[in-house]
């Protein structure tokens, strides 16, 4: 499924987006669940069909072993490249897309924290972030609190909320991008997006945790 603008809202450098895709077969699935459920007048079966048909086309022309492309036009096309706004692909494993030991999306993420990622930034504060905004994103440093949670890197989770920490605003808020170097300067106030995936994120995560002590005290 084509998508003109990516999701910095640039014009897309080919039509399918690794990360839209993602987002398109886990909404498809969830929204399969809801129709059999009744809880919305909705084709399960439709929508299943159209979560397979992306799930193909991702399989044959953005993933892989070695890496999962960025984009590609379905033909020659694969560019490398990762953006902080690519959530879906952090979320991949969470979200049932692949395991949390996938080769294709190991390699994604080393990538995309890598000096070769162009949205990489190098510095005394380096992170992932986007040639639509220079500097780190938060959005970044939530994705990599995500990748540690995912593979059980907790020294790496502690770091990434650390950081948030570090250049959140006074009450809490977090920039779009921030300085990677010297003092601390910040982008854009009003990007509200971090906070509340950051948010959601967490208390889900602990609920999961929670869940799982829930059944180890039922076992004893």
Same mark, same amino acid.
């Given at each position: ?53 992306? $799930? ?7 993933? *892989?072993?070695?890496?999962? %492309? !960025? &984009?590609?036009? /379905?033909?020659?096309? =694969? ?83 650390? $950081? ?7 009450? *809490?808020?977090?920039?779009? %991008? !921030? &300085?990677?170097? /010297?003092?601390?300067? =910040? ?34």
């Amino acid at each position: 499924i084509a998508t003109a603008e990516n999701a910095a809202d640039d014009p897309a450098t080919a039509p399918f987006i690794a990360a839209s895709q993602i987002l398109l077969w886990y909404c498809a699935a969830r929204l399969a669940e809801m129709a059999e459920a009744g809880a919305v007048a909705l084709d399960a079966g439709e929508l299943r069909r159209v979560g397979s048909m992306v $799930r193909a086309a991702f399989d044959t022309h953005l993933g *892989g072993p070695d890496r999962w %492309a !960025y &984009a590609t036009d /379905g033909a020659r096309t =694969r560019i490398a490249y990762h953006d902080a706004n690519d959530l879906p692909v952090a979320l991949a494993p969470v979200w049932g897309f692949c395991n949390p030991d996938d080769r294709g999306w190991r390699a994604t993420i080393d990538f995309a924290f890598s000096d070769a990622n162009p949205a990489f930034v190098a510095g005394h504060r380096p992170g992932l972030g986007s040639v639509h905004t220079p500097g780190p994103w938060t959005l970044g440093d939530l994705q990599a609190w995500i990748v540690a949670r995912v593979i059980g890197d907790d020294a790496g989770a502690d770091a990434a909320v650390e $950081r948030l920490h570090e250049v959140a605003f006074f009450d *809490g808020m977090l920039p779009e %991008a !921030y &300085a990677p170097t /010297g003092p601390i300067q =910040r982008v854009r106030r009003w990007f509200a997006w971090p906070g509340a995936a950051l948010a959601a994120l967490r208390m889900l995560d602990a609920d999961r945790r929670q869940d799982g002590l829930r059944r180890l005290r039922a076992s004893r």
